[in-house]
């Protein structure tokens, strides 16, 4: 298995996967083509300022693709609507809350 460059200790920057709360993505039939994919991450880098990007060469098809007003705007559009899907992740201070509930449960059922 191959680890991200955002996760190894050489990476200038790292994310500190204890602090993502969420995850979000957005499908389109056109992210099956390569270049359209990597047109498409370019748009989304403009549309939703991460705080990191991929580091991946982006191909002169990826270029392309993102430059054409017609797929710009679409996924303008596509990136500021709803994303696909959505993950939340519980904080480490909401699972220990959660635990907390489920013993004084256990608890309460034991003393029956």
Known sequence: MRDSSATVESAPIRINVDSISSLRWWEDSRFQERGELEGAELVAF?????????RGGISGAGLEASQDDSFFQSMMNLFQG???????????????????????????????
């Open 46 to 54: 403009e549309i939703l300022k991460p705080t990191m990007r991929s």
């Open 82 to 112: 709803p994303p696909t899907g959505t993950l939340l992740f519980p904080s480490i201070r909401d699972l220990q809350r959660r635990l907390n509930e489920l013993e004084r449960r256990v608890a309460d059922l034991e003393a029956k």
